[in-house]
Nanobody, 119 residues
Framework: QVQLLESGGGLVQAGGSLRLSCAAS????????WRWYRQTPGKERELVAG??????NYADSVKGRFTISRDNAKSTVYLQMDSLKPEDTAVYYC??????????????WGQGTQVTVSS
């Protein structure tokens, strides 16, 4: 069993920055895909950013402001969020596709961390 533990959320003023972290623990061979999603009440969870291998992708709404990165040695993914806007307010979730055994991959979610951007 793999667990994802998020940290770094909080309250920030518009224009400010936050960095989210998500660390994986447990027994596994590798983490093949990392993603960050966010969700606000009454809306579906939306993909914010993802990374797989050397590739990254971003939602149009965060391009140029958010940066996803990973530290494989620490089994951790980060989301650097700059120039934050009130519309970035949401619960942010990390997601991983983990190879636990050869040719066996499983999906995991973090518990979510609240990000609130005040105007």
């Amino acid at each position: 069993q793999v667990q994802l533990l998020e940290s770094g959320g909080g309250l920030v003023q518009a224009g400010g920055s936050l960095r989210l972290s998500c660390a994986a623990s447990g027994r596994f061979i590798s983490i093949n895909v990392w993603r960050w999603y966010r969700q606000t009440p009454g809306k579906e969870r939306e993909l914010v950013a993802g990374t797989s291998g050397t590739s990254t992708n971003y939602a149009d709404s965060v391009k140029g402001r958010f940066t996803i990165s990973r530290d494989n040695a620490k089994s951790t993914v980060y989301l650097q969020m700059d120039s934050l806007k009130p519309e970035d307010t949401a619960v942010y979730y990390c997601y991983a596709i983990v190879e636990e055994q050869s040719d066996s991959q499983y999906q995991y979610w973090g518990q979510g961390t609240q990000v609130t951007v005040s105007s």
